[in-house]
């Protein structure tokens, strides 16, 4: 057994790190109160080869694991980037996906590149406002009419809608009454994002408000059938092919937002002066913040586990979950006690941590709620009755 | 023309360093390891020469254990061609250092070697000189810029009060300093590519030099810590300390 990273790894970490420490606390905070898509960092990764890291090579891609973008993804979370730096990229790191392993040959040679080279941005339509987690109930219809489809339905928190050039979008195309089961008769496409017939309204929301979340209406949009990725009516199970890795990047993510809360924390402690002593010197300060770092490194490695485990082929879903959930979790608690160890400055948008609290509400709810992980570990794992 | 680059695997430099308890050393156990920062500097001006067409091959030579690899991949991930590891778990003095890269140097026969100007670990600052001596070639310490036209190099050194600027007639050694330039971050795919660049490995013995140390280590400590300042209520307090307890008036 080796907990180390390989010497390729630690390059790989380094080298996202230098490339998101263009990127400064001042960058960010400015991206916070104004807003505006991090174009730079996006176009940086890309530059650098970043973006293609889990893309096979013969597509423009460096045909990398989920290991190593768990750790690219980490690292620029953990550079200040937070969320906002994460999800400029996240989506273009492993959401095509199902098209690497379900696409044609011309579909890859079509689909990938650009967006290894940055030229396209992806964004993700498959949550729905009637719907929810309850992911076969969604409603968005295509209907084939000779060589193109129609889409027509609602999405909701689809995030960098407003940048992306196109579009992961899943659709019903045999109503749930005439299939088998309601997990048939779902088809997925990646296709342009055709504004004549895509409206997009922006949500205002908590935090990370340089990428924007989105409403989107299908208006009757047409998509080639050469767009249609694998077979259709077989979508579900092409994006399920995707969950885990999923929940293993956010994971990485949120733990990296932790990490650099608990950086912030840690100094302010030590420098901090208060009746003579760094406040840092205090228990009811140190503990906090020691019990921050062992959940984080715990996460950690359940995640590193999890990545291992899907790189080797093997099942990982509850490790995925677990990963994903104790890495939310750790997060969440680094960021809150950063905020209370810097007292009064901790609410002061100035000192960051304010900003990485608000953040880091991210990947505690999406893209799966803590409760629904604990009732798949309950059902999956302990073997207990399902509950809903 | 070929050029050589030195690199050396050195405590990473945002490390905060410790002494060891018995005080031979400074505490390398599980502590962070990269390329000495001027060497960065010595490959970035390396590749830059290629780019420009002036250099066809770039080598990189570490000195140092196994992990030294990791180091020259580093290098390989930023541009360089191809790795020499001169392996030895021997601390080697700069005397040595010198004496086993002009080994290296009368095989490979390189038209320029670009060495940091020193490591910052050690603060040395001769492995260049000495090189450069051994060999009988020119040298341009402390470069801030290089240019190289035909079978001569003008090295911009940065001296005491200002800049001077050297002709020097190839081969030549140059040690690189903080101005040089800004070395550039290993993109994916090539960190990717340096796996499958070719990397030699070879020993002191093999090379036939004694690279046993010269010197030896009395005593390794602190720093002494930095007492806190006082504040003064008055500029003229502060003329008067300045004066009597500072002495500097």
Redesign the interface.
């Known amino acids: 057994m080796d907990f180390a990273l390989t010497?390729?790894q630690?390059?790989?970490r380094?080298?996202v790190t230098?490339?998101a420490s263009r990127f400064d606390d001042a960058y960010w905070l400015e991206k916070d109160k104004a807003g505006g898509f991090p174009f730079e960092l996006h176009k940086a990764f890309a530059?650098?080869?970043?973006l293609?890291?889990c893309i096979p090579?013969e597509y423009g891609g460096?045909g990398?694991g989920i290991t190593e973008a768990a750790i690219m993804m980490q690292a620029i979370s953990q550079s200040g980037a937070g969320m906002s730096g994460a999800s400029a990229v996240h989506m273009n790191i492993f959401g095509l996906n199902p098209v690497v392993v379900f696409g044609t040959d011309e579909q890859k040679r079509r689909m990938l590149p650009p967006l290894v080279r940055g030229e396209e941005k992806a964004c993700f339509m498959v949550t729905e406002p009637d719907a929810g987690l309850n992911t076969t109930r969604l409603k968005t219809r295509a209907e084939r009419r000779g060589d193109h489809y129609i889409l027509s339905g609602k999405k909701i928190w689809i995030s960098t809608a407003q940048v992306a050039e196109k579009a992961l979008i899943l659709a019903r195309t045999t109503p749930i009454e005439e299939v088998r089961r309601p997990t048939d008769g779902l088809s997925l496409f990646y296709t342009d994002v055709n504004r004549d017939y895509v409206e997009i309204r922006e949500i205002d929301k908590m935090g990370r408000k340089a990428i924007d979340s989105n409403q989107v209406f299908l208006d009757g949009l047409p998509v080639p059938a050469a767009d249609l990725i694998g077979e259709e009516g077989k979508g579900f199970d092409y994006i399920l092919h995707g969950l885990n890795p999923e929940r293993i990047l956010i994971a990485s993510e949120a733990i990296g937002l932790g990490f650099v809360a608990l950086e912030r924390a840690t100094g302010y402690a030590k420098e901090r002066v208060v009746f003579d002593r760094p406040i840092g010197q205090n228990q009811a300060i140190q503990h906090p913040l020691a019990e921050s770092w062992m959940q984080l490194e715990a996460a950690r490695l359940m995640t590193m586990n999890a990545a291992w485990r899907y790189d080797s082929g093997l099942s990982c879903g509850a490790e995925a979950n677990s990963a994903k959930y104790l890495g939310a979790e750790a997060g969440f608690k680094a960021c809150q006690t950063a905020v209370m160890t810097h007292g009064g400055f901790g609410y002061a948008r100035d000192f960051h941590v304010e900003r990485y609290l608000r953040e880091v509400m991210i990947p505690r709810i999406a893209p799966i709620s803590p409760q629904l992980i604990l009732c798949f570990i309950a059902e999956k794992v302990l073997g207990l009755p399902k509950s809903y | 023309m070929k050029i050589l680059v030195p690199v050396k695997r050195v405590v990473d430099y945002n490390v905060k360093i410790r002494v060891k308890q018995d005080g031979s050393g400074v505490e390398l156990a599980n502590v962070k390891m990269?390329m000495n920062p001027f060497d960065e500097i010595a490959v970035e001006e390396a590749i830059r020469l290629k780019e420009k067409g002036v250099a066809t091959e770039i080598v990189v030579v570490s000195i140092g254990p196994q992990q030294a690899s990791?180091t020259i991949?580093?290098a390989l991930?930023m541009g360089a061609d191809r790795g020499v590891l001169v392996k030895t778990d021997v601390n080697v003095e700069p005397l040595g250092v010198a004496k086993l890269l002009k080994k290296v140097i009368e095989t490979e026969n390189p038209g320029l070697v670009i060495l940091g100007k020193q490591a910052i670990d050690d603060d040395s600052n001769q492995t260049g000189q000495m090189l450069a001596a051994l060999l009988g070639w020119a040298q341009g310490t402390f470069a801030s810029k290089v240019e190289v036209s035909g079978e001569t190099l003008a090295v911009t050194r940065e001296i005491d009060g200002g800049l001077q600027t050297i002709e020097l007639k190839l081969p030549a050694i140059v040690t690189t300093d903080l101005r040089l330039n800004e070395p550039r971050?290993?993109?994916?795919?090539?960190?990717?590519k340096?796996?499958k660049k070719p990397l030699d490995e070879t020993s002191p013995e093999t090379l036939g030099v004694d690279v046993a140390p010269r010197l030896k280590v009395l005593s390794t400590v602190e720093p002494p810590k930095r007492s806190a300042g006082v504040k003064v209520a008055s500029v003229e307090e502060l003329v008067s300390k300045l004066k009597n307890e500072a002495g500097v008036l």
């Open positions: 010497p390729e630690e390059a790989i380094d080298a230098d490339i530059d650098e080869g970043f293609g890291i090579e460096s990398l | 990269s990791e991949r580093t991930a971050y290993a993109s994916l795919p090539n960190i990717m340096a796996k």
